[in-house]
């Protein structure tokens, strides 16, 4: 069974920098293009940042280029979001998400990981 | 950015009605469109891709329609847990974008 489950959300100053989890099992995860997607509490679905299948490229939303980086490791098969200068509009709960690979639609869904920016 | 818009935002149902939510897509995304539920305190779950292909395990009660810039997704008779928001999706093209959501309710 395919699962993604991320981890490392937390209580973060404005300014702040914090790295989210994301391990995958079931699949491999460095066969697939991944995304982060947030949802702000009450809000809806907002697209954040994606890795290709290769991992040689990443696209990001405008709101988080040059503060998010997304990475993988292929030995851990889990991918990262480095989120740095962090502000309070970036509190959301952070999910990742398995690409499919014809349609580019999300099958597979972790259970998310709540980040607050706040002092 | 191609911007997503669902219409209505909320709905109020009973079991056993037959319910439609549209999403428009501000350019053409040919059929790249796909439909999520999402439950409170829940990841989205993936419903119908590519327009109108139905994921698998969902039931066939789901489908959807569309092309171009205009799509549907219809649920054919109301059950207690279809009770839920609703997105739609575009793959199109980065950066990748949702309508704002549809709430879905019961009467």
């Known amino acids: 069974e395919e699962q993604l489950v991320e981890s490392g959300g937390d209580l973060v100053q404005p300014g702040g920098s914090l790295r989210l989890s994301c391990a995958a099992s079931g699949f491999t995860l460095s066969s697939y293009a991944m995304s982060w997607v947030r949802q702000a509490p009450g809000k809806g679905l907002e697209w954040v940042a994606a890795m290709s299948v290769s991992g040689g490229r990443a696209f990001y939303t405008d709101s988080v280029k040059g503060r998010f980086t997304v990475s993988r490791d292929t030995s851990k098969n889990t991918l990262y979001l480095q989120l740095n200068n962090l502000k309070a509009d970036d509190t959301a709960v952070y999910f990742c998400?398995?690409?499919?690979?014809?349609?580019?639609?999300?099958?597979?869904w972790g259970q998310g990981t709540l980040l607050t920016v706040s002092s | 950015d191609i911007q997503m818009t669902q219409s209505p935002s909320s709905l109020s149902a009973s079991v056993g009605d037959r319910v439609t939510i549209t999403c428009r897509a501000s350019?053409?995304?040919?059929?790249?469109l796909n439909w999520y539920q999402q439950k409170p305190g829940k990841a989205p779950k993936l419903l119908i891709y590519?327009?109108?292909s139905l994921q698998s395990g969902v039931p066939t009660r789901f489908s959807g329609s569309g092309s171009g810039t205009d799509f549907t997704l219809t649920v054919s008779s109301l059950q207690p847990e279809d009770f839920a928001t609703y997105y739609c999706?575009?793959?199109?093209?980065?950066?990748?974008?949702f309508g704002q959501g549809t709430r879905l309710e019961i009467k």
């Open positions: 999706q575009q793959s199109y093209t980065t950066p990748i974008t």
């Open positions: 998400a398995k690409e499919e690979q014809s349609s580019a639609s999300f099958d597979c």
């Open positions: 350019q053409s995304i040919s059929r790249y």
């Open positions: 590519a327009a109108s």
